[in-house]
């Protein structure tokens, strides 16, 4: 069974700096895509970041380019996102998403493409 759990959520001011991190479970981590998506509220799911299996390849949302870093420890399973000058509109849940595809060499951005999610961490950005 598959699991992907969040941590490193919380309430930062902004300009400040979180780090997310993402432990899974259950298969070989090395060998699957992965992303990072958020929700608001009353918005939808959105894509933030995604890293190929091998982390040859990143995509960033426009919204966090040159601000959030996605990357991967293959050794030890685990997904990260360091987030640079948060601003109050990155506040969100913030999901950890797993690809169904071994070894895919695309990234997607959709949530319909992703087939394990973790519960999400909330991440606030207010002074």
């Known amino acids: 069974q598959v699991q992907l759990v969040e941590s490193g959520g919380g309430l930062v001011q902004p300009g400040g700096s979180l780090r997310l991190s993402c432990a899974s479970s259950?298969?070989?981590?090395?060998?699957?895509?992965m992303a990072w998506f958020r929700q608001a509220p009353g918005k939808e799911r959105e894509i933030v970041s995604a890293?190929?299996?091998?982390?040859?390849?990143?995509y960033y949302a426009d919204a966090v380019k040159g601000r959030f870093t996605i990357s991967r420890d293959n050794a030890k399973n685990t997904l990260y996102l360091q987030m640079d000058s948060l601003q109050p509109a990155d506040t969100a849940v913030y999901y950890c998403?797993?690809?169904?595809?071994?070894?895919?060499?695309?990234?997607?951005?959709?949530?319909?493409?992703?087939?394990?999610w973790g519960q999400g961490t909330q991440v606030t950005v207010s002074s």
């Open positions: 259950g298969r070989i981590f090395s060998n699957y895509g």
């Open positions: 998403a797993g690809d169904r595809r071994l070894q895919s060499p695309l990234i997607f951005t959709l949530t319909s493409e992703y087939q394990y």
């Open positions: 890293i190929k299996f091998n982390g040859g390849t990143t």
